[in-house]
């Protein structure tokens, strides 16, 4: 009789370790490893292409007041607010819902799709690897004109350096814009002109997928350890590039464009405007994935400390990356004879264009093309594989049954990733060039995220409480939130939100690429992917109304009040598991 209880209990007691196994979502190895995977999803390609541009385009130095004041009085209270709902709920940006403000839920549907079309960005990756294949080459591709998609227009960088550089500028394409559009993207004329699938782009876009399926397929654990090397070496690359960008001839000037403070531009709204666009991108705030990397932290991890390093790491970073973009725009316009603003570009222009245009000037221009590419890559890689894992943490947490268990979660993770890789084979045909550009315009624009911004305040500083969630976060950390922040999240927040919404609509201006102007469908679909994220969040919250029994009063009232407590919950849990223990122990 013995044994027989004995093989019973043991069934038992595997059945219970299984069960919660398959339900234990995991948290991170260490606090290093949750600090560099955070540090390495924000800090991105908004830190080195856009910022710089942002800055020497809307007043210099002066750019630093507005970008700063927003960066206090947004980023820094959106970001404790994000990670702290992670943190407290231990779940993803849709089921937290359920344990905040259940009418909420459309938001974290919102932010899924945001996450959907942030996905897509994988490309750039794939042609930083394309541009680093080129660069062990002993001829620089980009620097001459003697290859065979070159057209008889093409200008080698030694014209560049003759006396009438403008008049061939007007007359030609550089090497680089030829070796861009011709030999990578082998652009076609529209949208419409799909044509073939450029299969180089393609090889490089499965080693893309290939490093961040084996970054993310055990979930955190993968993760934090792929941290380790891909959010440190880019600061590597960056100081190396920092060293030579400032000791190059005509630094100066080019760090003087960069600074020069024009303080009439702060009169200008537009400034104010893209510097708070310009930290919600940088600091990857209303996306959902701040939601989910804090999710993984214990209860008790001091978030509150952890904001404002995080934060001035970002904006420190994206500072330096200033020095190291201008300094070498400063040496190539010397080169060339011309202005700094004639040289300045932002986005792949700057990454794909103008920047190995000027270290092909330099002497060693292999070693200085391989660190800048090896930089921009890594750069990528890690916001890369943080948006895949938000969105397969996400969906785990909405089916745990059918995609937690270890081997299930493996397969959901490699069927996932190779679902996106076939569908963004769209994106690498002679044609790409502009369907991602639409992406990029209409996909998560700053409208989508003053929206996100907007309804996460009024769900979490007005429903939920201000109150009541710097009471958690006291809870949590044993440092309650000043009342600025209260004050940010119920009332400054919302009110700067909702003015950059109304102008994003206001302003609005039709995408157009190179004199390319698109069709009406194509505008069309553009802004069916905008109104995809923005739109689902009230339809979701007069749905749950609809379809919730009870007066108009009671229905309002159970959306607006947690489903449960999670605090209570994880409480609840480890008291089950210290009895299920102490019932072993006294079995044994």
Same mark, same amino acid.
């Given at each position: 009789?013995?044994?027989?209880?004995?093989?019973?209990?043991?069934? /038992?007691?595997?059945?219970?370790?299984?069960?919660? *196994?398959?339900?234990?979502?995991? /948290?991170?190895?260490?606090?290093?490893?949750?600090?560099?995977?955070?540090?390495?999803?924000?800090?991105?390609?908004?830190?080195?292409?856009?910022?710089?541009?942002?800055?020497?385009?809307?007043?210099?130095?002066?750019? +630093?007041?507005?970008?700063?004041?927003?960066?206090?009085?947004?980023? %820094?209270?959106?970001?404790?607010?994000?990670?702290?709902?992670?943190? $407290?709920?231990?779940?993803?940006?849709?089921?937290?819902?359920?344990?905040?403000?259940?009418?909420?839920?459309?938001?974290?549907?919102?932010?899924?799709?945001?996450?959907?079309?942030?996905?897509?960005?994988?490309?750039?990756?794939?042609?930083?690897?394309?541009? +680093?294949?080129?660069?062990?080459?002993?001829?620089?591709?980009?620097?001459?004109?003697?290859?065979?998609?070159?057209?008889?227009?093409?200008?080698?960088?030694?014209?560049?350096?003759?006396?009438?550089?403008?008049?061939?500028?007007?007359?030609? !394409?550089?090497?680089?814009?030829?070796?861009?559009?011709?030999?990578?993207?082998?652009? *076609?004329?529209?949208?419409?002109?799909?044509?073939?699938?450029?299969?180089?782009?393609?090889?490089?876009?499965?080693?893309?997928?290939?490093?961040?399926?084996?970054?993310?397929?055990?979930?955190?654990?993968?993760?934090?350890?792929?941290?380790?090397?891909?959010?440190?070496?880019? @600061?590597?690359?960056?100081? %190396?590039?920092?060293?030579?960008?400032?000791?190059?001839?005509?630094?100066?000037?080019?760090?003087?464009?960069?600074? $020069?403070?024009?303080?009439?531009?702060?009169?200008?709204?537009?400034?104010?405007?893209?510097?708070? &666009?310009?930290?919600?991108?940088?600091?990857? +705030?209303?996306?959902?994935?701040?939601?989910?990397?804090?999710?993984?932290?214990?209860?008790?991890?001091?978030?509150?400390?952890?904001?404002?390093?995080?934060?001035?790491?970002?904006?420190?970073? &994206?500072?330096?990356?200033?020095?190291?973009?201008?300094?070498?725009?400063?040496?190539?316009?010397?080169?060339?004879?011309?202005?700094?603003?004639?040289?300045?570009?932002?986005?792949?222009?700057?990454?794909?264009?103008?920047?190995?245009?000027?270290?092909?000037?330099?002497?060693?221009?292999?070693?200085?093309?391989?660190?800048?590419?090896?930089?921009?890559?890594?750069?990528?890689?890690?916001?890369?594989?943080?948006?895949?894992?938000?969105?397969?943490?996400?969906? !785990?947490?909405?089916?745990?049954?059918?995609?937690?268990?270890?081997?299930?979660?493996?397969?959901?993770?490699?069927?996932?990733?190779?679902?996106?890789?076939?569908?963004?084979?769209?994106? %690498?045909?002679?044609?790409?060039?502009?369907?991602?550009?639409?992406?990029?315009? $209409?996909?998560?624009?700053?409208?989508?995220?003053?929206?996100?911004?907007?309804?996460?305040?009024?769900?979490?500083?007005? %429903?939920?409480?201000?109150?009541?969630?710097?009471?958690?976060?006291?809870?949590?950390?044993?440092?309650?939130?000043?009342?600025?922040?209260?004050?940010?999240?119920? @009332?400054?927040?919302?009110?700067?939100?909702?003015?950059?919404?109304?102008?994003?609509?206001?302003?609005? /201006?039709? +995408?157009?690429?190179?004199?390319?102007? @698109?069709?009406?469908?194509? $505008?069309?679909?553009?802004?069916?992917?905008?109104? *995809? &994220?923005?739109?689902?969040?009230?339809?979701?919250?007069?749905?749950?109304?609809?379809?919730?029994?009870?007066?108009?009063?009671?229905?309002? &009232?159970?959306?607006?009040?947690?489903?449960?407590?999670?605090?209570?919950?994880?409480?609840?849990?480890?008291?089950?598991?210290?009895?299920?223990?102490?019932?072993?122990?006294?079995?044994?």
């Amino acid at each position: 009789m013995d044994n027989i209880r004995e093989a019973g209990m043991d069934r /038992q007691r595997r059945k219970s370790e299984k069960q919660r *196994s398959d339900e234990d979502r995991g /948290q991170w190895a260490s606090k290093r490893e949750y600090i560099l995977v955070i540090a390495g999803n924000v800090v991105g390609l908004g830190n080195v292409w856009r910022f710089p541009y942002l800055c020497y385009k809307n007043g210099g130095g002066a750019f +630093l007041v507005p970008y700063g004041l927003l960066a206090v009085f947004t980023g %820094i209270p959106l970001f404790l607010l994000e990670i702290s709902m992670g943190q $407290y709920t231990q779940e993803g940006f849709i089921t937290c819902w359920t344990k905040l403000c259940p009418l909420a839920k459309g938001l974290g549907i919102g932010q899924l799709v945001m996450e959907f079309w942030t996905v897509p960005y994988v490309i750039i990756e794939a042609w930083a690897l394309f541009y +680093l294949a080129f660069s062990f080459r002993s001829q620089i591709a980009w620097a001459t004109c003697d290859n065979t998609w070159n057209t008889a227009d093409c200008l080698d960088l030694q014209t560049f350096h003759s006396s009438n550089v403008t008049a061939n500028l007007t007359k030609g !394409t550089s090497a680089a814009i030829e070796f861009w559009e011709r030999r990578m993207l082998g652009m *076609s004329g529209g949208i419409e002109e799909l044509g073939n699938v450029r299969w180089e782009l393609a090889l490089c876009l499965l080693v893309a997928w290939i490093f961040c399926y084996f970054s993310i397929w055990k979930g955190v654990r993968s993760s934090g350890k792929a941290a380790y090397f891909t959010a440190t070496f880019p @600061y590597l690359m960056l100081l %190396i590039l920092l060293i030579r960008g400032l000791t190059l001839p005509g630094a100066s000037e080019g760090i003087y464009y960069y600074l $020069y403070p024009d303080i009439n531009r702060l009169a200008d709204l537009e400034v104010w405007i893209e510097a708070g &666009s310009q930290i919600l991108f940088s600091y990857s +705030l209303t996306a959902g994935s701040l939601n989910v990397l804090g999710s993984y932290n214990e209860y008790n991890n001091n978030c509150y400390k952890d904001c404002f390093w995080i934060c001035l790491l970002n904006s420190g970073t &994206s500072f330096l990356a200033g020095f190291v973009v201008f300094s070498v725009l400063g040496f190539m316009a010397q080169e060339q004879g011309v202005s700094v603003d004639t040289v300045t570009e932002s986005g792949p222009g700057l990454a794909f264009i103008a920047y190995p245009q000027a270290t092909a000037l330099m002497p060693l221009p292999q070693f200085w093309t391989v660190c800048f590419f090896l930089m921009l890559i890594l750069l990528t890689v890690d916001s890369h594989f943080v948006t895949v894992e938000s969105i397969i943490s996400t969906v !785990t947490d909405l089916f745990p049954k059918l995609f937690r268990a270890p081997v299930k979660h493996e397969i959901f993770v490699l069927v996932s990733c190779s679902c996106f890789y076939l569908l963004q084979l769209t994106l %690498i045909t002679e044609g790409g060039i502009y369907i991602f550009q639409l992406i990029e315009f $209409y996909g998560a624009t700053r409208a989508c995220a003053n929206f996100m911004a907007l309804s996460e305040c009024l769900a979490m500083g007005w %429903i939920f409480g201000a109150d009541h969630f710097s009471g958690i976060i006291q809870d949590m950390t044993k440092h309650r939130p000043s009342v600025f922040f209260k004050l940010c999240w119920k @009332y400054i927040i919302p009110v700067l939100s909702m003015i950059s919404f109304i102008l994003y609509l206001v302003n609005y /201006q039709h +995408l157009v690429i190179n004199d390319y102007i @698109y069709p009406d469908w194509a $505008y069309a679909l553009g802004w069916t992917m905008t109104l *995809s &994220s923005v739109l689902i969040v009230p339809s979701w919250a007069a749905g749950q109304i609809c379809f919730t029994s009870g007066t108009f009063r009671q229905r309002l &009232s159970v959306l607006c009040r947690p489903a449960e407590d999670p605090a209570w919950q994880k409480r609840k849990m480890l008291e089950e598991k210290t009895s299920d223990e102490l019932i072993l122990a006294e079995i044994t």
